[in-house]
């Protein structure tokens, strides 16, 4: 039966293999010819009008997490939806509003407390 | 146009939702689920510095799950389990109920004076420790290894924030830190030891594993795989239980946390993480007794030793009462490998009366905690007696119960555990705990010396001249903004020598509990 | 007696204790009043308790005709019996105790093995001819202790309280018939004596506290699991499980112990000695640490000699006797095999003890170490007389038990004075007190002479009964027990002559001994106050009455010594039959 991951296995010990292979022989091989331009982070082709290394306002991460959180929240409707006439009938739908009014108490407390204010 | 197809597919009438019975069955994590969500509103809207109201608000929630779930057990229900075998709200389930209700609410009631002493007066607080609640009654009622671990992490998550609730002291962020890592760890060793049990049987509910390793070991086999997996479920409930070898977190959260969580997590969570460690190992893993009868012996005795030898060498008292935590996992434990119903009854006796003990040793600890830092170090006790006497009494009353003396509940929980495991055959346990409880006297009494004789410790005698410039009249000044908190210790006090003197009255509750199974 | 007489007895105390607490804390004379009263009635109470125990009918009837059958809890037949009994269930998870004596009756066990037995213990009290002495004892020393304490003790209303605590304790000890509540007790006690050592004493004492304490319960914790395994080894055997002291005492003429039933550890049987003999070990222990027997006695010097006046009056006189009781008690009656198995191991601990304590005392100069040592040296005499195991070294014991009592609160009175006024203990510093303090240096004389085994003093009648005990099992333990005699000589005159004769010393002002000669005078009024007199004067003239008139105290310790060596001397049966069969009386009449 341990015979069925065989493949696995191969597949895990080239990977490794083919890792090391290429970080030793790059350096070895490879022609390097280094400029400025070269150096600089990449920034999809453009150059880079200050330093990459600036001070984000703490807000952004704040107001980011909770778009995600919020965000994934949503997408739980979708499949609800789907199944809601099908399988779930009333009580997915008490479900959902018990649900839904989490989130919106969840809100409430965001908003509240200021979370979704810049400064 | 939707609403009429709705309407045409679905029969409204009745209203079938989820059966009344099931939701009977869980009304205690509903009151206090629901609790938090309104705690947390009314957050919203009360003006700053709101804090004896919402911990009032809190207090109400808690005692009105406390009292639904008295009424249930007075109701004695007949059918005990609800949600399609994946939550028991029988007795035991009750029980430890009574005793984390109780806890929380102990520890609501310490919290406001101590929360501003220590400058944490936050809403966020309360709304935490009742989620935590909630997933303390998940869990001593889980029948299910998902609503098992679905409680573990209600509990947990909560904690780990409450842990680092004192944002601006490094102590209580590195405690919270190592929390959540360890925790984490011991979580994915607890799903890990679930999915192991889960691939071996088929099953996730509690009531179908046993059915099918009673077949395997009545035919003398034990199945390699859920012996690993029994092993990791033994670590990470050990972990929740704070046994050791698996204690590594506890004496730094405790003394990092402030001091009311401590008092919270070593209790509330203790008894939680008991109850379903009971239940698994009582009732559903008990056809694999005698597979897992030694490690968990060896378990608790570890912890016997390691918490009792380890407490000695303590100089802060937060530390102190980790250690001596630790050790008294390690007794519980003594009911969980003799496993049966005087076993179990024995633990839930001890962890009733550990509630007792421990919150109150604990509130002492609150109570005399001063703005900024948590009292901590030996030489803030040192002469207590003089300064509150009131106060040093209840905590040598507490040191005294812990330490197991009678006229104190402590002794009657040792008593009951040490001769379920002596009528068990297992006269090794007894005896470590013997061994180890002769030496967790060392430290109880010097806590005890320390207040009343101070200048007399034998060991601390450089803190003892820190002793003298300590600032009088901290808790004095904590006493007029604290009544409450007061209220809580003294009513440990009482309950310790009510239990110690009557242990009838707790004792004859527990009869005929045992662990319902599907 | 239709009132529980020793439930008021037990109550008195309790109640007097909250009643000092009750009182200001600065109104010293008040609470010495309640103190004294409390203690005066408990004593009241213990000697009501004791002519009614001599007056009640069985027991004269049964001393009469030297039977020691009467006791009886439906027809269960204990050697020992007890008079003035109260039970009311305490702890009760089974079926009752009705249910268990029926079982018992039955002659085999109710219970499914599988399902766990029921814990039932129960408030039960009662006393015998052996603790209705050391209860009328105990009630004296601390009226004693109560009458010594000044009223100008710091924090005296918390010790006048600890000390009536104390005293609830001492007395559930000695009246206890529940294995539990005895345990109860016996732990309980040690909570207001740890407070006592801890608050008020020499600048030692805090290390001596723990050290007492560790001690004691170490050892106490071990008698704990014991207790719980009579509890179960009785009940496998008999069927009958429970904590009660009459039955379990009747119980054990069924116990097997011949052959062992293993415990098993991790898997492993181990089965080295029997179960009972393990039992006894452990009782034994917790008794030999309290007593205290010579390897276990190293806190004895560190409590005594750092401890005030009033505490020791107490804590030597009576607290050390409850390990002694416990031998007897419950060492004798539950193990009687076990008592024969190890008589020759305690008999040597104690002779080690009298020998021993007096090598010590003789190698002290601190004067409440020597007193100290001697007590030790007095009390391996006690334990000597008990694993005599015959009427007359238990007789002796007994007497010798209430006797050590009297004369080493005295001693330790008349020692607490010299160190209160001179401000040293040192044998050194001091002598010549005869001359500045006669009075005090005429009652210690009469507690030394008593402390040696003068006759006509009370000891020597314990002694003599010893020795004559001892003797009966092998001349050695009598001759080695002797030498302990004569260097009771030694070292209590040594004490007596340096203290009081020769040239009066006193400490100088840079430690170095002050010889005065003629200047006596100056000293002003340093001998004995009219309290200590009034607490002396008692205790020496119960010396001399003891002494001159030992009948009565020697025919009242024999009833019960003679029932204690007949329970030790059981000899065990498999069954019923059997025991029936060599001649004893079957529970409840069965065949």
Redesign the interface.
């Known amino acids: 039966m341990l015979f069925d991951y065989l493949p696995v296995l191969t597949f895990l010990v080239m990977i490794v293999l083919l890792g090391i292979a290429l970080t030793v022989l790059i350096p070895l091989v490879g022609p390097r010819k280094p400029t400025k331009a070269k150096g600089l982070p990449y920034e999809c082709g453009i150059v880079p009008a200050e330093t990459a290394r600036r001070r984000f306002s703490v807000t952004f991460y704040l107001t980011a997490m909770l778009f995600i959180v919020f965000d994934v929240e949503a997408i739980f409707l979708y499949p609800w939806a789907v199944l809601l006439?099908s399988t779930l009938?009333?009580?997915g739908l008490?479900e959902m509003v018990i649900f839904v009014a989490?989130i919106a108490?969840a809100l409430?407390?965001v908003w509240?407390?200021g979370a979704l204010e810049w400064d | 146009m939707i609403g009429a197809?709705?309407g045409a597919?679905?029969?409204?009438l009745p209203?079938?939702?989820?059966p009344a019975s099931d939701l009977l069955g869980i009304l205690p994590i509903l009151i206090v689920g629901g609790g938090a969500?309104v705690v947390?509103?009314a957050?919203?809207v009360v003006p700053r510095r709101g804090g004896p109201l919402l911990a009032t608000l809190t207090g109400v929630v808690l005692l009105a799950a406390l009292g639904t779930a008295v009424g249930q057990w007075a109701a004695n229900a007949a059918h005990p389990v609800v949600f399609d075998g994946s939550y028991a709200n029988d007795r035991f389930t009750l029980f430890a109920d009574f005793v984390i209700l109780a806890t929380a609410l102990a520890v609501v009631g310490l919290s406001p004076g101590y929360l501003r002493r220590r400058g944490l007066e936050e809403g966020e607080y309360y709304i935490l420790l009742l989620a935590s609640v909630a997933g303390m009654l998940v869990l001593d009622g889980a029948l299910n290894l998902i609503v098992i671990f679905l409680g573990i992490e209600l509990l947990s998550i909560p904690l780990y924030v409450l842990a680092g609730f004192a944002r601006d002291d490094k102590k209580s962020q590195e405690g919270a830190m190592k929390y959540l890592l360890l925790g984490g760890f011991a979580s994915a060793f607890l799903l890990y030891g679930m999915a192991l049990l889960y691939g071996e049987t088929g099953h996730t509910s509690l009531t179908a594993i046993h059915a099918v390793l009673l077949r395997g070991a009545t035919a003398g086999q034990f199945d390699p795989m859920i012996l690993a997996g029994i092993g990791l479920l033994v670590v990470g409930l050990a972990f929740k239980v704070s046994a050791a070898p698996f204690h590594w977190w506890t004496p730094d959260v405790y003394q990092g946390s402030p001091a009311v969580v401590t008092t919270f997590m070593s209790v509330a969570t203790k008894v939680a993480a008991f109850a379903v460690f009971l239940r698994l190992f009582s009732a559903t893993l008990a056809p694999y007794r005698s597979e897992w009868e030694?490690p968990v012996?060896v378990v608790a005795i570890i912890s016997m030793i390691y918490g009792n030898l380890v407490a000695v060498a303590q100089t802060s008292v937060k530390r102190l009462l980790a250690y001596s935590g630790i050790a008294q996992a390690g007794y519980v434990m003594i009911g969980v490998a003799v496993g049966?119903?005087?076993g179990t009854q024995a633990a839930l006796f001890y962890l009733a009366a550990y509630a007792f003990m421990n919150t109150g040793a604990f509130a002492v600890v609150t109570l005399l905690s001063r703005r900024g830092e948590d009292c901590d170090r030996y030489s803030q006790l040192a002469g207590l007696s003089r300064r509150e006497p009131l106060l040093a009494g209840l905590m040598?009353l507490f040191m005294?119960s812990l330490a197991g003396?009678?006229?104190t509940v402590g002794?009657?929980g040792?008593?009951?555990l040490?001769?379920?495991a002596?009528?068990d055959?297992?006269?090794?346990l007894?005896?470590w705990g013997?061994?180890t409880?002769?030496v967790s006297?060392?430290y109880y009494?010097?806590v005890?010396?320390l207040m009343?004789?101070p200048g007399?410790?034998?060991l601390e005698t450089q803190e003892m001249e820190v002793a003298g410039v300590s600032p009088e009249g901290s808790a004095v000044a904590a006493r007029s903004t604290a009544s409450p908190a007061v209220l809580v210790v003294a009513l440990a006090g009482f309950g310790t020598i009510l239990l110690g003197v009557?242990?009838?009255l707790i004792?004859?509750l527990l009869?005929g509990i045992s662990v319902v199974h599907g | 007696m239709s009132w529980p007489i020793l439930t008021v007895t037990l109550l008195v105390p309790l109640v007097g204790a909250l009643l000092v607490l009750a009182l200001p804390a600065q109104r010293g004379r008040a609470i010495r009043l309640v103190l004294v009263g409390v203690t005066a009635l408990t004593l009241g109470l213990t000697c009501v308790l004791l002519v009614a125990y001599l007056a009640v009918p069985s027991a004269a009837a049964s001393r009469l005709t030297g039977s020691a059958n009467g006791q009886s809890l439906s027809g269960i037949h204990s050697p020992v019996t007890f008079q003035f009994q109260e039970q009311v269930s305490?702890?009760?998870?089974g079926p009752s105790l009705s249910h268990l004596h029926a079982a018992f009756n039955e002659g085999n066990s109710a219970f499914n093995q599988a399902?766990?037995?029921p814990?039932n213990f129960s408030y039960h009290l009662g006393v015998d001819g052996m603790s209705i002495w050391l209860l009328a004892l105990a009630a004296l020393l601390f009226l004693v202790a109560a009458v010594v304490l000044s009223k100008r003790q710091e924090r005296l209303r918390s010790f006048a309280a600890l000390m009536l605590l104390s005293e609830v304790g001492v007395i559930g000890v000695l009246t206890s018939l529940d294995l539990?509540l005895f345990?109860?007790?016996?732990?309980?006690a040690?909570?207001p004596l740890?407070?006592l050592m801890?608050?008020w004493g020499d600048?030692r004492?805090?290390?001596a506290?723990?050290k007492f304490?560790?001690y004691t319960?170490?050892g106490s914790?071990?008698m704990?699991?014991a207790i719980?395994?009579v509890?179960?080894v009785t009940g496998a055997q008999t069927g009958v499980y429970t904590f009660d002291v009459p039955t379990l005492i009747a119980a054990q003429a069924f116990v097997e112990t011949t052959h062992a039933t293993s415990?098993?550890?991790?898997?492993h049987s181990f089965a080295l000695l029997n179960p009972q003999d393990w039992l006894f070990l452990a009782f034994a222990l917790a008794f030999a640490i309290k007593v205290p027997l010579v390897p276990f006695h190293s806190w004895l010097p560190d409590a005594y000699s750092s401890g005030r006046t009033p505490f020791l009056v107490f804590f030597a006189g009576i607290v050390s006797k409850l390990g002694a009781f416990g031998f007897i008690r419950y060492n004798l009656t539950l193990f009687p095999q076990a008592s024969h198995t190890f008589q020759p191991l305690l008999m040597g601990l104690a002779t080690a003890s009298i020998l021993y304590g007096a090598l010590a005392a003789l190698a002290q100069s601190d004067i409440k170490r020597v007193v100290a040592y001697a007590s030790i040296s007095h009390l391996g005499f006690v334990v000597l007389g008990i694993f005599a195991l015959n009427v007359n070294g238990l007789n002796g014991a007994i007497i010798q038990m209430v006797n050590h009592g009297i004369v080493i609160a005295a001693l330790f009175i008349c020692v607490g004075v010299v160190e209160a006024r001179f401000g040293t203990r040192n044998l050194r510093e001091l002598g010549g007190l005869a001359k500045p303090m006669p009075v005090l240096a005429g009652l210690f004389l009469v507690a030394t002479l008593a402390g040696l085994g003068m006759p006509l003093l009370n000891s020597f009648v314990g002694e003599f009964l010893i020795l004559l005990g001892s003797f009966q099992v092998s001349p050695v333990w009598a001759v080695l027990a002797s030498l302990g005699v004569i260097l009771a000589c030694w070292y209590m005159l040594r004490l007596y002559q340096g203290l009081t004769q020769g040239d009066l010393r006193l400490p100088g002002p840079d430690g170095v001994p002050q010889v005065l000669q003629g200047v006596a005078g100056r000293l002003g009024r340093v001998d004995v106050g009219p309290v200590e007199v009034a607490a002396l004067v008692p205790l020496v003239a119960l010396m001399i009455l003891v002494g001159v008139f030992p009948a009565p105290v020697i025919h009242l310790g024999r009833f019960s010594a003679a029932q204690y060596v007949q329970a030790a001397n059981r000899p065990t049966a498999t069954n019923p039959a059997q025991a029936s069969a060599r001649g004893l009386t079957a529970p409840g009449g069965a065949p």
């Not at chain 3, 305490?90 to 998870?93: G, L, T």
């Open positions: 006439r009938h009333v009580f008490i989490l108490v409430a407390y509240r407390k | 197809q709705v597919a679905v029969p409204w209203l079938h939702f989820v969500v947390l509103l957050d919203l030694i012996a049966r119903p005087d040598a005294l003396f009678p006229l002794f009657f040792k008593l009951f040490f001769s379920a002596i009528h055959g297992q006269l090794s007894a005896i013997i061994l409880s002769a006297l060392f009494l010097r005890i010396l009343y004789a007399e410790d034998v009557f242990p009838a004792y004859t009869q | 305490w702890v009760q998870s399902s766990p037995p814990i539990i345990y109860f007790f016996w732990e309980a040690l909570i740890y407070f801890i608050g600048e004492r805090g290390r506290a723990l304490i560790i319960v170490a914790l071990f704990l699991l719980i395994g509890y179960f415990f098993s550890l991790f898997g």
